[in-house]
């Protein structure tokens, strides 16, 4: 039962990183590869923040910072790269698109060893270590799972309630359509863009003091970000979250009653089934092509 | 029958067409034209009854196994190859259907002096305007030495009264000098009277009216589809 | 090419690593560049093709040129099978797909550490009995034209024009006969078996291999090394790679500027000049041409002056 409750905590706090993705794939159906980075640059930004100003009972406040600055950061990448894609630039797409956010990611990352070296700094707990019933818990795992489950509610909040959301709904399903409701497609897409590193952002802040704040801290989380997205289905968001769940139950299930040394190859076995049954993912929809 | 999710397209459509004849396809904007030339092409699978060529049903084959049996198509917006230049994109029907790379490459060079292209040849499509890359595709679609059945979708939209004349003049001389059939979809109500020996009227899915022009123009649920809707 | 008698030991190992990198960027052009598959699994059938021939020697003992052969003959199968899984996919998720596979692999061989010897390798026989570098020299860069020949053999023939539709507008390419699936599958598994046959090459000759192999890191440098020398250019992945790694040595002492550099490149390559070097050089000739007074794009004669 304790690893049931354990894998969903680990289950949830890798959603954030599918979240941005796959919002962002289903507002201008680019994946971006450099994710895990906006969340290495939220964890750094986060670990300068605390150790500096605002000292970890603050934490929270840090995240904020993060979220905001990543967002920036993200739609000023947007303009510069991302949208020449939509304005009649870029030919080959897909392929642009790849190449790009996975150069973006090479190049963020050895800026990160550049200027910060190859150090692991450690941030201070946030909290102390508490208890879920007899299942003890570090402090921060704690606070990352709250914090996750407060941004997803945020964020489903803002995607079903709000009518910025509802056009963001509406831009997934039509692009075209939604011009002639008078929608600005390409800002709204810089502003997804922004939200989606935000998240991955706001993940790397909150889990600093899990993972731990090095150049490479992005590459984790990416993996099993884009696990969780290949499992779920690309654009799916409720996908994500199904899937996220399954990874973390997965890994600890295996982790447990099968052996632990081979952690990471259970949600990749999980994923390599669903492959085989649904290519596309759990709740995945292929492209049309005619 | 084909059915897109709740939206039935095409329906109980019964259509005979003899060997050589060029038939016209018309019908209002939603009738379900493109979505018979994607049946018979194999781009979509049909939910319930067969297509039948030459005695042999095609239905359910992949498109390039129906092109090998001699049926081409075009598209109502241009698919040319871009990065290809103009000769290679000729070249390709003649490949997969086994001539040699140069026996292809003469026949291309003869069907673009034919089309008035052989200035372009070395272009790549991406270059052309959108006319000459309609003119391209159609004249393409003879590369192939099996062909029998052509499917053009909307040929003359948006293109330039003298490609038209071009498309026309090389329409009319296959489909005497090689007896091909042809399948021509448009709006374009006098094109399609000079051109056709038949026409099938679509409306809604299903086929309102056959026979020829006048036919056609004076029966009264022609009147009724094109002006109701 | 008698250049390694005249180099330091260094030296030859680095050209023999480049030749290496050139058969990569060669065969993952052919997939990715001409027929548009981009697939982010390259390297892992290096990685493959290594370790399975490595492992039946240590597991099975069988003779050296053996193993080298099943691997290949084991990576075909793999790269079918993935190559069939993939048919239905485009773009964005082919790259998914070919990266999961290639994470799958990777951690499997990093997990099962009694079977693969986990993140610590394992020790290959060497191919040529000998730590002397040259010999690896001859044997990498003569498997490095073959394959840039034989890969130029296909561009040029039909099946080249049948992988360009592909990659160009398949549903095209179907009405036009070009039979898709079998194209695609084909183009997969030629560039996956050459991978193979680079990846055993090269644990042969290292004499370790080990799941560093299977990075990300090592795809993003074929990828950098194709887009800087031109996507869908034959000359385009060979010019790419050499110059790409002749600056690496140039800057080896400031290996995270080196990546930094090279992945600005590749962004400023990608969103103004697609074409990478080969373009480059190819509007060079143009502009040369044009100014020769020969216009090289409509075939046209110089103008007479009062038309201008």
């Known amino acids: ?18 979240l941005g993705v796959n919002f962002i794939y289903g507002i201008m159906k680019v994946i971006n590869w450099a994710i895990g980075e906006f969340f290495m640059i939220g964890a750094y930004v986060q670990y300068l923040l605390i150790v500096t100003v ?35 630039m870029v030919e080959e797409k897909t392929e642009y698109a790849t190449i790009v956010t996975i150069a973006m990611a090479i190049l963020f990352r050895n800026l ?3 200027i910060g070296g190859p150090y692991i700094y450690t941030p201070p707990d946030y909290a102390p270590p508490t208890r879920i019933g007899p299942l003890p818990l570090s402090g921060n795992n704690f606070i990352a799972f709250i914090g996750t489950i407060a941004i997803l509610a945020l964020f489903f909040y803002f995607l079903k309630r709000t009518w910025i959301g509802k056009a963001f709904q509406a831009v997934s399903q039509n692009r075209s359509g939604v011009l002639t409701a008078g929608i600005d497609v390409l800002k709204f897409d810089m502003i997804a863009f922004g939200i989606g590193t935000a998240l991955a952002g706001a993940g790397g802040a909150l889990l600093a003091p899990v993972i731990l704040v090095y150049p490479l801290c992005g590459v984790i989380p990416t993996v099993r970000g884009f696990e969780i997205i290949v499992i779920g289905g690309l654009g799916s968001i409720p996908g994500v979250l199904v899937a996220g769940l399954s990874i973390g139950i997965a890994e600890s299930l295996g982790a447990a009653f099968i052996n632990p040394s081979f952690v990471d190859i259970y949600g990749f076995g999980l994923l390599m089934l669903i492959l085989l049954i649904k290519p596309y993912g759990l709740f995945g929809k292929p492209e049309r092509s005619v | 029958m084909k059915d897109f999710g709740g939206l039935r397209a095409v329906n109980n459509v019964s259509l005979n067409i003899k060997e050589g004849e060029i038939q016209g396809l018309i019908g209002p904007n939603g009738s379900g034209k493109t979505t018979m030339i994607n049946l018979i092409a194999g781009n979509y699978k049909i939910d319930k009854g067969a297509i039948y060529f030459s005695r042999e049903r095609i239905d359910g084959l992949q498109p390039y196994v129906i092109a090998s049996k001699g049926i081409m198509r075009t598209f109502q917006i241009s698919r040319v190859f871009k990065d290809m230049t103009v000769l290679e994109n000729m070249m390709i029907p003649a490949l997969t259907q086994n001539q040699s790379m140069i026996k292809a490459k003469a026949l291309a060079e003869e069907l673009l002096e034919f089309a008035l292209l052989t200035r372009l040849k070395d272009e790549p499509a991406k270059n052309l305007s959108g006319g000459q890359n309609m003119l391209l595709q159609i004249v393409r679609g003879f590369m192939n030495k099996n062909i029998r059945l052509y499917l053009l979708d909307e040929p003359f939209a948006g293109v330039h009264q003298i490609i038209k004349g071009v498309i026309l003049r090389t329409i009319k001389k296959m489909n005497e000098e090689k007896g091909i059939t042809f399948i021509v979809v448009s709006h ?7 051109l056709c020996h038949q026409i099938s009227v679509l409306h809604r899915g299903e086929i309102i009216s056959q026979g020829t022009m006048e036919e056609v123009a004076n029966d009264p649920s022609v009147i009724d589809a094109y002006l109701g809707g | ?44 059938f290096a990685m493959i093709g290594s370790y399975t021939s490595v492992l039946l020697i240590i597991k099975t003992g069988i003779p050296l040129w053996m193993s080298m052969a099943s691997s290949w003959i084991f990576t075909a199968f793999i790269s079918l099978l993935l190559g069939i899984l993939c048919l239905r996919m485009r773009g964005i998720y082919l790259a998914l797909t070919t990266w999961a596979f290639a994470e799958i692999v990777k951690t499997y061989i ?66 036009m006969g070009v039979n898709t699936v079998r ?23 290292t004499g370790l291999i080990s799941p560093v192999s299977g990075d990300f890191y090592e795809m993003s440098l074929i990828i950098i090394f194709v887009v800087i020398g031109g996507m869908r250019s034959q000359a385009g992945p060979v010019v790419g790679t050499i110059s790409v790694r002749f600056l690496a040595e140039v800057l080896k002492k400031w290996p995270e500027i080196r990546m930094i550099i090279l992945a600005l490149v590749v962004i400023l390559i990608m969103r103004f000049f697609n074409g990478g070097v080969m373009e480059f050089l190819r509007q060079g000739v143009q502009r040369i041409r044009q100014r020769k007074g020969r216009n090289p794009v409509s075939g046209l004669q110089k103008m007479e002056p009062r038309q201008r």
């Open chain 1, 54 to 88: 605002l000292g970890p009972r603050y934490w929270y406040i840090g995240v904020f910072i993060v979220a905001f600055c990543t967002f920036f950061l993200g739609a000023f990448v947007q303009k510069i790269l991302i949208k020449p894609m939509f304005v009649g």
């Open chain 1, 112 to 114: 990160a060893i550049f």
């Open chain 2, 188 to 194: 374009e109500l006098t094109t399609i009277q000079y």
């Open chain 3, 183 to 205: 194209w695609k599958v084909f183009a997969f598994m030629v560039a996956s078996v050459f991978a193979s046959v680079a990846g055993t090459l090269y644990g042969h000759f």
């Open chain 1, 1 to 18: 039962m304790q690893f049931l409750i354990s894998g969903i905590i680990m289950g949830v706090l890798y959603c954030l990183m599918s």
């Open chain 3, 110 to 175: 990093r997990m099962d550490f009694e079977f693969t010897g986990g993140d610590r390798g394992l020790n290959a026989p060497l191919f040529f009995k000998t730590m002397n570098p040259i010999p690896y020299y001859y044997l990498f860069l003569a498997f490095a034209i073959l394959t840039i020949i034989v890969i130029a053999i296909i561009m040029r023939s039909r099946i080249g024009y049948y992988l360009r539709t592909i990659r160009n507008d398949e549903v095209a390419a179907q009405a």
């Open chain 3, 1 to 44: 090419m008698i250049l390694p008698f005249y180099l330091a030991d260094y030296w030859i190992y680095a050209l023999t690593l480049t030749f290496y990198y050139v058969i990569m960027a060669v065969t993952w052009n052919l997939l990715g560049g001409y027929t548009g598959q981009f697939s982010l699994s390259h390297h892992t």
